[in-house]
């Protein structure tokens, strides 16, 4: 697959998820390179940009959650 294989199948899967199951997918998404080389002993990300990206799509899934529980049912 090379170094881009995984950014290809996110967002083919990204696809399937929306229009499959008709799930919400927000647009915020990152795709790490070489994922065995980029943790250390603990578990954690060594690119500070990398931990950024993850932060970045955590936040807007938060934000995401928080408008759909705040929404008016009806």
Do not use: I, W
Not at 21 to 39: D, H, T, Y
């Amino acid at each position: 697959p090379g170094l881009l294989g995984g950014l290809r199948s996110l967002n083919a899967f990204r696809a399937f998820l929306q229009m499959a199951p008709a799930m919400l997918v927000v647009p915020e998404q990152f795709a790490l390179s070489q994922a065995g080389k980029a943790f250390d002993e603990a578990g954690a990300l060594l690119d500070d940009k990398h931990r950024q990206a993850v932060q970045r799509v955590v936040r807007a899934t938060l934000r995401m959650a928080a408008a759909l529980r705040d929404a008016p049912t009806g």
